[in-house]
């Protein structure tokens, strides 16, 4: 329909209207960011990368972002399930392999990631955990959609063993399009880079939201307090050396009292 401005009908002048995509025109009317979190571990099961990526959705909604979490079934926890703030978290019914992480085969959760991108518009995707098979698959669709992709890697892997070979083989192909990636460490950041062979300009380090002042003993009292860790019970998280440890401090004590 012919539109005359001012001079038509009494009516207000046009505004200057733009070719846009469907995805660009809804996120430029809300102005808000569409982003998909994904990964293997969530709640209910216990960890940091589960309270991490509960916690950041929490700070980006608050911000006005639309935030969901797409993560596998855990036993009866199935379909959409609503959290705080609205946090939708779709369990999608995969099956799980090994850890808590299911088995990647790429194809079997197209559909799936497919319909809840389109359906909730998302135009960001966050994967967390290179030891997550549905992150891998999660940015291998989101790539082919022509979306924007980030991982962050929490933990830190070795090069010599068979599954960390492989995974590291894994972490080269799935990373080799994507549009940034995230560490938790400096540290992490050489280890990732060495293990995707990674260019560092895409790299960046977001260090954990820990104050070590809270963490720091009293010099004064070194000989009666006591150091708690709180940590998984696994090997990467160097419970052999708290074990070792430990032990040390023990016999130290048992030594020093008299008999």
Request: charge should be positive; glycine fraction near 6%.
């Amino acid at each position: 329909m012919a539109y005359k401005g001012e001079g038509g009908h009494g009516q207000p002048p046009s505004a200057t209207l733009s070719k846009v995509s469907p995805g660009s025109l809804y996120t430029r009317r809300t102005h808000t960011r569409n982003i998909c979190m994904a990964s293997d571990f969530f709640y209910p099961n216990m960890g940091g990368v589960e309270s991490h990526i509960y916690q950041l959705p929490q700070c980006l909604i608050g911000r006005g972002d639309k935030v969901i979490i797409v993560i596998h079934a855990y036993g009866n926890r199935k379909g959409i399930r609503y959290l705080t703030n609205d946090l939708k978290v779709y369990f999608l019914p995969l099956k799980v392999m090994y850890n808590q992480s299911m088995a990647m085969t790429l194809f079997h959760s197209l559909p799936l990631l497919k319909c809840i991108f389109v359906q909730e518009r998302v135009t960001i995707i966050h994967s967390h955990s290179s030891f997550s098979a549905m992150a891998y698959d999660v940015l291998f669709h989101a790539k082919t959609m022509g979306l924007q992709t980030v991982l962050t890697d929490h933990p830190l892997s070795g090069f010599a063993k068979v599954h960390s070979v492989l995974t590291n083989k894994l972490l080269t192909v799935s990373l080799c399009d994507a549009s940034r990636i995230i560490c938790v460490s400096y540290t992490s950041k050489e280890n990732t880079v060495l293990r995707a062979a990674l260019i560092t300009e895409i790299v960046s380090v977001i260090p954990n939201a820990v104050d070590p002042t809270d963490f720091t003993p009293d010099p004064f009292r070194r000989h009666d307090s006591i150091t708690i860790v709180v940590s998984r019970l696994v090997y990467r998280k160097g419970t052999n050396l708290l074990t070792a440890t430990s032990t040390s401090w023990v016999q130290a004590i048992l030594l020093s009292q008299p008999p």
